[in-house]
């Protein structure tokens, strides 16, 4: 089973095999979490993006870290450039990075609040796509030990936290219903 961990901090300092960048389809490196991904880890990293690009909204796309301390980046592509981010764009190109990810062997990932901000989908949906998308992944037996959430800010923890909360709830009442 997949461990779900949710911590505030830095993706970009993660020391696991895969980080996720909340992607445009054209893989340009921009603003937020892809420019963070960018200062950081090199110019290499936008160079395999500008090889592999453009690709499909809701699709994801595997390069080097650069200079991260990960393996890989994987980039979810959850909206076109200038775009917006819809909960089946997020839940598609999430899907595809857990894809890419057991492809490439990896025993941890860790992901930011993908569709937030700049794809403008609140924070409260993002979790609970985003949430609902890893427990599905765990139940369906990926690859992965470890999905590490990753939120910049307390307030954004915090709002991951209790979505993650309530939805533990749930299925404690459903197992106790099915009695």
Excluded: W
């Excluded at 893989?27 to 592999?52: Q, Y």
């Excluded at 979810?76 to 917006?84: K, S, V, Y």
């Excluded at 949906?125 to 765990?138: D, F, I, M, P, Q």
Aim: charged letters at 20%; aromatic letters at 4%.
């Amino acid at each position: 089973m997949t461990r779900i961990v949710l911590l505030e901090g830095d993706i970009t300092c993660q020391e696991v095999d895969a980080i996720v960048n909340a992607a445009n389809s054209s893989l340009v490196l921009g603003s937020g979490v892809a420019g963070a991904i960018d200062n950081r880890g090199g110019p290499s990293i936008g160079e395999e993006c500008a090889a592999h690009g453009p690709i499909e909204v809701g699709s994801a796309a595997v390069t080097g870290a650069g200079d991260l301390a990960a393996r890989f980046v994987i980039h979810a592509a959850g909206m076109p450039p200038g775009g917006q981010v819809s909960e089946s764009s997020l839940r598609s190109s999430l899907r595809a990075c857990f894809a890419l990810a057991d492809d490439a062997g990896c025993e941890s990932i860790a992901i930011p609040a993908i569709g937030a901000g700049v794809g403008g989908l609140s924070m409260q949906t993002c979790a609970e796509v985003l949430l609902a998308e890893a427990r599905r992944y765990s139940e369906e037996g990926g690859n992965l030990a470890e999905i590490r959430f990753v939120l910049f800010g307390e307030p954004a923890f915090r709002l991951f936290e209790m979505v993650n909360d309530a939805a533990k709830v749930e299925a404690q009442m459903r197992k106790l219903r099915a009695r």
